[in-house]
T-cell receptor
């Protein structure tokens, strides 16, 4: 089936540290891939997306590259800030209705 | 752009009553809207997909008679939780997609439902 697997959290980093959150997906069809971020008490915000292999999505210093050969879409940021503390969800489209299948989310906590 | 609102942001109701949650796309026309449920510290579970002017498509295991979805216009979808019970307490999130040429969904801020 269609699924998304994310690394278990929480991830705790010091400010300015390098961030990687792993995400892999099942290789069925030609999905679009997304990263969404959810701040406490809020809904999800689209962070970045990639629609085909080798595409790189980027936004606010975050990047992720669509790797078909490893079925991965890892999220990276070179220098995290306290304000980046949130839950990050990896997602893929599923089916012709472009429904989204989400990973379980990874909580990031950035400290001073 | 691409702002989605939900109302109310939180609601507390008694067991057995019905609750309506509204989802609006504020600056675009949403041909498709989605309703999700999120359990504490868990991922989002898709409940149903609704297209303007047609019946919603429910995911397996979601009771269509309990979770009534109406998508009467291109900017408004409503979710009514009928005869709510404590186990229906959850965070309900809607999303909207505009056009058929994109697969990006824009999410509302969510509604926290607590059933006493």
């Amino acid at each position: 089936g269609n699924s998304v697997t994310q690394m278990e959290g929480p991830v705790t980093l010091s400010e300015e540290a390098f961030l990687t959150i792993n995400c892999t997906y099942t290789a069925t069809g030609y999905p679009s891939l997304f990263w969404y971020v959810q701040y406490p008490g809020e809904g999800l915000q689209l962070l970045l997306k990639a629609t085909k292999a080798d595409d790189k999505g980027s936004n606010k210093g975050f990047e992720a590259t669509y790797r078909k050969e490893t079925t991965s879409f890892h999220l990276e940021k070179g220098s995290v800030q306290v304000s980046d503390s949130a839950v990050y969800f990896c997602a893929r489209t599923t089916g012709t209705a472009s429904k989204l299948t989400f990973g379980t989310g990874t909580r990031l906590q950035v400290t001073l | 752009g691409a702002v989605v609102s939900q109302h109310p942001s939180r609601v507390i109701c008694k067991s057995g009553t019905s609750v309506k949650i509204e989802c609006r796309s504020l600056d675009f026309q949403a041909t498709t809207m989605f309703w999700y449920r999120q359990f504490p510290k868990k991922s989002l579970m898709l409940m149903a997909t609704s297209n303007e002017g047609s019946k919603a498509t429910y995911e397996q295991g979601v009771e269509k008679d309990k979770f009534l979805i109406n998508h009467a216009s291109l900017t408004l979808s409503t979710l009514t939780v009928t005869s709510a019970h404590p186990e229906d307490s959850s965070f309900y999130i809607c999303s909207a997609r505009y056009g058929t040429g994109t697969d990006t969904q824009y999410f509302g801020p969510g509604t926290r439902l607590t059933v006493l």
